[in-house]
């Protein structure tokens, strides 16, 4: 059992474009991205996709190209972000079939779902309250 790290490197990826847009850098290349985030430039652009379909990023290409923000910093909610990367929510239940035979295999989903639920609810209304701009502004020069 892993958990994703999809959402940390989206965050990152939106704070380097964030923090190079306070510092006067329109745009970056998912390569500038990749190396702050330690990882394969392949990485960032399946993201870069995610966040373009969710409308936190855009792309301009050609010479000056690069990818930029969509929105002011203020106006990208850790929600949105984390909507824009990741399938379901924080935990998830069995994927295994029931066993009919057995009471507690029956019951388990059941019983976890509105916990699970409750889970979800706390975490988008925390990340809700947060936005990229206060992640950006707490960056050292």
């Known amino acids: 059992m892993s958990t994703s790290s999809r959402f940390a490197i989206a965050i990152h990826t939106l704070a380097v474009l964030g923090y ?32 373009k379909r969710a409308g936190l990023v855009e792309a301009k290409e050609g010479k000056d190209g690069g990818i930029s923000l969509a929105r002011p910093p203020a106006k990208i909610s850790l929600r949105d972000v984390y909507a824009a990367v990741e399938e379901g929510g924080i935990l998830c239940l069995n994927k295994n079939p029931e066993l009919k035979a057995c009471p507690v295999s029956r019951e388990m989903s059941g019983i976890l779902h ?16 947060r936005n990229l701009k206060s992640l950006v502004d707490l960056i050292s020069t």
């Open 20 to 51: 190079l847009k306070k510092h006067g850098v329109e745009r970056a290349t998912s390569q500038q991205i990749a190396k702050s985030v330690n990882t394969n430039a392949v990485v960032i652009r399946n993201l870069l996709r995610a966040l």
């Open 114 to 129: 509105p916990i699970f639920s409750e889970v979800d609810k706390a975490v988008a209304k925390t990340l809700q309250c």
